[in-house]
C-alpha cells in the first residue's frame, strides 16, 4: 500500500502522489479491480555471455493479490527440438523446469534458494504490474530516509532495498528508501 505517513516532508508526499499517477493512470478503485495481468514476450536469449542468442516465445501471468506468478517459454535452439521453461512462484515455492521438447525432464532447481530468488522475481514483475501494491494484503511497503546525506548520494550509489520475509515467505516488508527528483532537491 501507497501510503503517506507522519512527518513526512512536502517533497515526499508530492512524490508519493507523482508514484500514484504513474504507477495508477486509471485511478487507485480502477488498479483495485485488477487481480492479475498476462504479458506475452518474443526476444531472443542467451545461457552464457559466450553463447549464440536463440529465439523465443513466452507467456507470463502475475498475481496482483498474493505472490504468485508463472513465466512459461518456448525457447527455439534451430535443429534440435524446442525446450520448454517454466520459471515460477506459486503456493510459497520457487521452481525452474526445463523439459526438451516440453516432454522430456531436462534440468529441475527448487529448493530455497529457488524458493528466495524466484519470490525476488515476482517482486520484480511489480514494475509490470503496480496493482500489486494495493491488492497484495501481506505485503507492507515503508518508505525510508535514514539520513538526508542518503538522498545526496543516491545518484552515485545504489539505493538500498530491505526485504523481510516471514520465516514461510507468507509475509513481506519491504522498505524503499524516497529519494527527492533531481528538479525538487535544494541547492546545497
Known amino acids: 500500500m501507497l501510503s503517506a505517513n507522519e512527518g513526512q516532508t512536502v517533497e515526499t508526499l508530492k512524490l508519493l502522489a507523482r508514484l500514484r499517477a504513474f504507477c495508477f493512470p ?17 526476444g531472443e536469449i542467451r545461457m552464457s555471455p559466450e553463447a549464440r542468442w536463440i529465439p523465443f516465445t513466452a ?3 502475475t498475481d496482483s493479490t498474493r505472490s504468485s506468478y508463472r513465466w512459461d517459454a ?10 520448454v521453461v517454466t520459471d515460477a512462484y506459486e503456493e510459497g515455492r520457487g521452481r525452474l523446469v526445463i523439459k526438451l521438447g516440453g516432454v522430456l525432464p531436462v534440468k529441475k532447481v527448487t529448493g530455497p534458494d529457488a524458493d528466495k530468488g524466484e519470490l525476488q522475481r515476482y517482486f520484480s514483475s511489480i514494475a509490470f504490474c503496480p496493482p500489486v501494491l494495493l491488492n497484495h494484503s501481506s505485503l507492507d511497503w515503508t518508505a525510508v530516509i535514514r539520513s538526508p546525506c542518503e538522498s545526496a548520494t543516491a545518484k552515485t ?6 526485504i523481510s520475509t516471514s520465516a514461510t515467505m507468507a509475509a513481506c516488508s519491504v522498505a524503499v528508501p524516497i ?6 532537491r535544494k541547492p546545497s
Not at 74 to 83: L, N, Q
Open 179 to 184: 529519494v527527492q527528483p533531481r528538479s525538487e
Open 59 to 61: 507467456e507470463q501471468f
Open 26 to 42: 486509471g485511478g487507485e478503485d480502477a488498479a483495485r479491480r485488477i487481480r492479475a495481468i498476462r504479458t506475452t514476450e518474443t
Open 157 to 162: 550509489q545504489p539505493a538500498p532495498l530491505s
Open 74 to 83: 518456448r525457447i527455439h535452439p534451430g535443429k534440435i527440438a524446442s525446450a
